[in-house]
């Protein structure tokens, strides 16, 4: 066979040359400085990835330079060929990630992004990036301006098969999952968007990476269930957190094999799926260790030729797919032959298919496309943009609840985090963490949940006493003095709640001066002379507590009365008794309640009062309510099974692999004769279940080891998260704010001396006629309910 004509080499080289200064040209006319970047790591894999997308780069005349991100390890490096393929900015390898040893490469494409904006001139010198894979064909320019793309509002295309950000996964790892956009592939966007969203894309990459509990197909949309998109999540949740809404075009970017809409010219090609056109196919990670590109004039396996493809498809837009199908490959193997050039390999033999690559129709097929500019409307198909301003603005709002240092109060957490996931919650929850020193030394909890630290209250500074329950309003107090927040309104729930839907002040009224609470009717000091030793204003006294919804200046202002006076009641043991207080034991121990109500009594804070937001599990319900949040403070049971949370206070159910609570009966077992009955005991089920599969999917996230099939204690929990939905789908629409709170984690702690001096004050206005008895404090059992 004759040898390929040099000229028809020469006239390859000599047109791929001429690209990059007709690129240049433009890009200086252009209005503003653009770069492209795309991210591989020192695999032959790549190399030849590369070389596809560099020579369609020059083809397309993308204006402005293009930067490959290499990745590489020290071994990598020292035996690493391919240096001279296109423009390099090297970083360092995140493979192997250095903290957890987690192998996973796909970071590398965040994290080298990130590596480059901090340390490459050229990011200091841009206004916009476009962000590709290795692997795609572009066809013609892609300017992020001409696109749309704004600052603050990037280009990206459609990945409609993150299907996390409908649903649970989207709720754990960002605050915004209403601004979460099943975005990738082509990303265009400006400099100063990139750098506030860069260092989230590869924290919530790391964060989605080590949450194996949630790598479920059903939950991620990977068909592998390894975690493998979780770079792909990390960008989406990234970008949700600094705010930032993309217009999704679905018709810029096609995956060879899929057929263009009618009209429609793709400018990007991106073959990262298996294609075929008649019996021939192309699948890359059959070429993940090819060092073709190495390998003089050795390319892919030619594809049908064009009138082929018109032979074996009679509709015209179903060929216009096969022909963009063979022009990715046919532009592959053009590099690859100009590139072997480039390397000094001998002329290739003369061929039909080389014949063709060289043809006027062949080059005439491959020019560069552009967008219609005159009406880029036409080409922008937008998916779901959502104005911001015009979608209800709601204030920012905060979760805060209080624990201690102990088994008892981890299992709780980890119920009441995992349900306010679920929830719908907007903004951020904080647990209110206090310690002693010494027990804080031992303590293993301290990843459950966004954790500020408090000095422990639960032996009193000054007199001894022994209570608890005087942590709640020292550490809201604490976190108030010590923590900045923007939030407007701040939600306090108990450990022991389980949440069912979303707590905001915008659903049940609250404002400055009107907090919200629900009842606790058995507060009976409200009426009786307890309200008038304890307030200036008794007939203020309000039978609250539970959920409380409050405006941030409100807090501010009431939360040292709140400690003060549960100090004071907790100091007037002359009025401990039933009658008085309604405690059935007599003991004091709800002196925080009192502390609450007659606080806000001294500042006339008036409740809205709500009976349609908790709910005790064994109580009966109120016909259609939809109730927010369990409160397990009390015994509940249905039929022979039962439960009680003090039953499991020294039991270690979090750190304990596979540990449960009995698993309570079916909902299938239940009586029908009484509706009543039936809506408690469904009820009652739901808060029991809540909790197992909370700590079932703790247990999976600690890497317990996996029992044998048959033995597992979550056999039912399993069977369970099989059909997992949002629990807050049947409580009530979920209410999506724009504007959320950011949680700043601070482990900082101080001296209480102003609570002391605090209390130094108000104990010389308890009255001088009460009685001396001195009550010890009945054990540490929370009568909280």
């Known amino acids: 066979m004759a040898s390929f004509a040099p000229a028809a080499i020469v006239v390859l080289v000599v047109v791929v040359a001429v690209c990059p200064s007709s690129a240049l040209a433009e890009a200086r006319k252009a209005p503003w400085r653009m770069h492209t970047l795309f991210s591989v790591e020192c695999q032959d894999y790549f190399d030849w990835q590369t070389v596809g997308l560099m020579h369609s780069y020059r083809k397309a005349r993308q204006p402005g330079p293009i930067t490959r991100l290499l990745s590489c390890t020290d071994e990598q490096r020292r035996r690493y060929r391919g240096m001279g393929l296109a423009p390099t900015f090297e970083v360092p390898s995140m493979s192997r990630h250095p903290r957890t040893g987690d192998w996973y490469p796909a970071i590398n494409k965040p994290a080298g992004v990130l590596h480059w904006l901090e340390h490459s001139e050229d990011a200091d010198n841009v206004d916009w990036v476009v962000i590709l894979d290795a692997d795609m064909i572009i066809r013609g320019p892609i300017v992020p301006w001409e696109l749309g793309a704004e600052k603050g509002r990037p280009v990206a295309a459609y990945y409609g098969y993150l299907r996390g950000c409908d649903n649970i996964l989207s709720r754990l790892h960002t605050k915004h999952p209403e601004l979460c956009d099943k975005v990738g592939g082509l990303l265009a966007m400006h400099i100063d968007d990139l750098r506030a969203l860069a260092p989230l894309w590869l924290s919530k990459t790391e964060e989605v990476r080590e949450d194996r509990a949630h790598w479920g197909t059903n939950i991620t949309g990977d068909i592998y269930g390894k975690g493998w998109i979780s770079e792909m999540y990390g960008y989406s949740f990234g970008a949700a957190e600094v705010g930032l809404r993309h217009k999704i075009n679905d018709d810029l970017m096609l995956y060879p094999g899929y057929i263009p809409r009618v009209g429609v010219e793709p400018i990007l090609l991106h073959y990262g799926l298996p ?448 059909h997992v939905t949002n629990p807050a789908a049947n409580v009530i629409s979920i209410h999506a704010s724009s504007r959320m709170g950011m949680s700043p984690w601070i482990r900082m702690v101080a001296l209480w001396a102003f609570s002391v001096l605090g209390f130094l004050v108000v104990i010389s206005m308890v009255l001088s006629n009460r009685k001396g008895e001195n009550l010890k404090a009945k054990g540490s059992r929370s009568k909280n309910v």
């Open 275 to 722: 294609f075929k056109v008649g019996n021939w196919s192309f699948r890359k990670i059959r070429h993940h260790e090819d060092g073709i590109v190495y390998d003089c004039n050795r390319i892919f396996p030619p594809p049908p030729f064009p009138r082929e493809v018109e032979m074996m498809e009679a509709d015209l837009n179903k060929r216009r797919g096969l022909f963009l199908s063979i022009e990715c490959i046919n532009t592959l193997n053009e590099g690859l032959l100009l590139h072997h050039a480039s390397m000094g390999c001998p002329k290739p033999q003369w061929s039909k298919y080389l014949s063709f690559l060289k043809s006027k129709r062949f080059s005439e097929l491959t020019k560069p496309k552009y967008l219609n500019r005159k009406k880029p409307s036409s080409q922008i198909s937008e998916h779901r943009i959502i104005s911001i301003e015009s979608r209800n603005v709601y204030p920012k709002i905060h979760t805060l609840f209080s624990t201690e240092c102990s088994s008892y109060f981890d299992w709780q957490t980890v119920g009441l985090v995992h349900s306010f996931h679920l929830s719908g919650q907007p903004g951020n929850i904080t647990r209110l963490l206090s310690c002693t020193d010494e027990v804080l030394k031992q303590y293993k909890g301290h990843n459950l949940a966004p954790t500020h630290y408090v000095p422990s209250m639960s032996q009193h500074p000054l007199t001894g006493d022994w209570y608890p329950a005087i942590n709640k309003p020292a550490s809201v107090l604490h976190w108030l003095n010590h923590v900045e927040t923007d939030a407007e309104f701040i939600v306090i729930l108990d450990a022991d709640m389980i949440m069912r839907g979303p707590i905001t002040p915008w659903e049940y009224g609250a404002q400055r001066g009107r907090p919200v609470s629900t009842p606790y009717e058995y507060l009976i000091g409200c009426d009786n002379e307890l309200a008038k030793i304890h307030t200036r204003n008794p007939s203020a006294c309000e039978k609250v507590g539970g959920v409380i919804i409050m405006h941030i200046d409100d807090l501010r202002k009431f939360a040292l009365l709140w400690l003060h006076k549960t100090e004071e009641v907790r100091s007037d043991k002359a009025h401990y008794a039933t009658n008085f207080t309604g405690d059935i034991y007599g003991s004091g121990w709800i002196s925080e309640m009192y502390g609450y109500s007659f606080g806000a009594a001294e500042l006339n804070l008036r409740h809205i009062i709500r009976r349609d937001i908790l709910i005790y599990p064994g109580y009966v319900p109120e016909p259609g309510v939809k109730y927010k949040v369990f409160h397990y403070g009390l015994r509940f049971g249905v039929g022979n099974w039962s439960f009680d949370k003090a039953d499991w206070g020294n039991v270690d159910m979090v750190n304990t692999c596979w540990a449960k609570f009995p698993e309570p009966p079916d909902r299938s077992s239940l009586s029908t004769s009484d509706e009543n009955i039936l809506e408690r005991d469904i009820l009652s089920i739901e808060c029991g279940k809540a909790l197992n599969t909370a700590l079932y999917l703790h247990h999976q996230s600690r890497k317990c080891p996996i029992p044998s099939e048959g033995n597992s204690n979550f056999s039912v929990v399993e069977d369970e998260l099989k």
